[in-house]
C-alpha cells in the first residue's frame, strides 16, 4: 500500500512513464533473485519488492491510462486495462511459467532446480521485451530547439 501512495506522488512529480519504467524493471529484476533465495526471510524480501512493482505499475499505469484514453471510453476502456492487469501479474505466470519448467524437466531432462531458475530468468526477459515495446510505442517526440 505504501509503495502504491508513494508512486502515485512520483508519477505525478516524477511522469507516468518514468514510474512505469521503475516497475518493469522491478518486476523484471524480481524473478532473477527468487531462484537464489536461501531461507523463507530472504524469499520474503523479494515478494515485498515484487509486491512493490505491481503496486508501481498499477497505480502509474491506472494514471497513464487515465491521461490517453478519452473521457468517453474511460470506463470500459480502463476495466480492461484491470482485466489485462490481473491476468498477467497471476495466471499467465502459471500457464507460461509452468510448462516452461515442465518441458525442460520432462522433455530436455533438466533438474527441477534448473527448470524453475530458468523460467524465472525467462520471465525477466518477456517482462523487459514487453517494456522495450511499451516505450517503443509510447515514446514522445523530442522538442526541436529554435
Not at 3 to 16: E, T
Not at 89 to 96: D, E, V
Request: charged share 10%; net charge positive; aromatic share 10%.
Amino acid at each position: 500500500m505504501t509503495a502504491s501512495l508513494v508512486s502515485g506522488k512520483l508519477a505525478d512529480k516524477l511522469g507516468r512513464t518514468v514510474m512505469i519504467l521503475v516497475g518493469l524493471l522491478l518486476a523484471a529484476a524480481t524473478p532473477l533473485f527468487y531462484g537464489f533465495a536461501l531461507n523463507v526471510f530472504f524469499m520474503a524480501i523479494i515478494y515485498a519488492v515484487n509486491g512493490m512493482s505491481l503496486m508501481t505499475l498499477q497505480t502509474a499505469g491506472f494514471a497513464f491510462a487515465g491521461d490517453i484514453i478519452p473521457e468517453h471510453k474511460r470506463g470500459r476502456l480502463l476495466s480492461r486495462y484491470n482485466a489485462v492487469m490481473a491476468l498477467s501479474w497471476g495466471p499467465a505466470g502459471l500457464l507460461i511459467g509452468g510448462p516452461i519448467a515442465d518441458i525442460q524437466t520432462r522433455v530436455l531432462g533438466a533438474s527441477a532446480h534448473t527448470a524453475y531458475i530458468n523460467a524465472f530468468i525467462i520471465s525477466s526477459l518477456l517482462i523487459l521485451l514487453g517494456t522495450a515495446v511499451f516505450f517503443i510505442k509510447v515514446k514522445r517526440p523530442v522538442k526541436q530547439t529554435p
